[in-house]
């Protein structure tokens, strides 16, 4: 950025914030920590009905969405936004969806409920300097990005994911003995983005494995997936117990 950019890009306080509406504490997390690292103020939503509360009151440069939300999805919820009367926060602002899932096969479902572009999930600097691209009041986004290596945050992901882990479980033992194989599905899904932030590769594969299962409706094969990812949950809880103390 050249000296006429830096003094023309608009400082922090003068930017709208970014709604980010997502359930997860830990992904919630980093996506928040990545918009306020790019110069940023991020308001949070847990579901859709809180956004649209916000949206409704206040007046947001863009929405981030994730697909999978306890009481609806990213793709309704734009639909539902851009449906509604007016509001403080304009119905044709940049939304954009967040997922776990391969962003390519939802990109023609999300075009067609008017958000602009499928993200990856966890969230990516490179993803996300691309949306701010494309918000009018955006010329640059500010430096640095958030750092993998930075180790106050790692130690806050531990411990949020140290505090999460147990009700997710709780979670997903309750829905197998309901043999729910929607929610069994959703929080193994949840559970599979998470352990990818925290550098737990065989227990992103067991919750993708028991996410497959419970998709496909094979409700006999999920107890011993979902012991398997206890299992891989319990190596790792006790790996971040000694990066949190």
Known sequence: MNSRDAASAPEPSTLLPLLL???????????????????????????????????????????????????????RLARAFRAAPPGATPSDIPLFALTGHDPQTLADAAAAAGLVRVLGKPL?????????????????????????????????????????????????HDAARRRDAATMARLAHSLKSTTAMVSAPS????????????????LDDCPELLAELENQLNIVQERLTALTD
């Open 203 to 218: 227990a992103t594969e067991a919750a993708l494995r028991l996410e497959r299962a419970a998709g496909a409706g094979r």
């Open 124 to 172: 990516s600097a490179e993803d996300l300097a691309e949306a701010l691209a494309l918000l009018p009041d955006q010329t640059a986004p500010r430096l640095p990005f958030f750092d993998e290596a930075d180790a106050e945050m790692a130690r806050a992901f531990a411990a949020i994911f140290r505090e999460e882990t147990p009700r997710r479980l709780a979670e997903l």
């Open 21 to 75: 509406v997502e359930d997860d504490r830990l992904s919630a997390a980093q996506a928040q920590r990545l918009m306020e690292r790019a110069g940023r103020s991020v308001r949070l939503a847990e579901d859709g009905a809180e956004a649209l509360r916000l949206l409704a009151a206040e007046r947001f440069a863009a929405a981030f969405l994730d697909v999978e939300l306890p009481d609806t999805d990213g793709l």
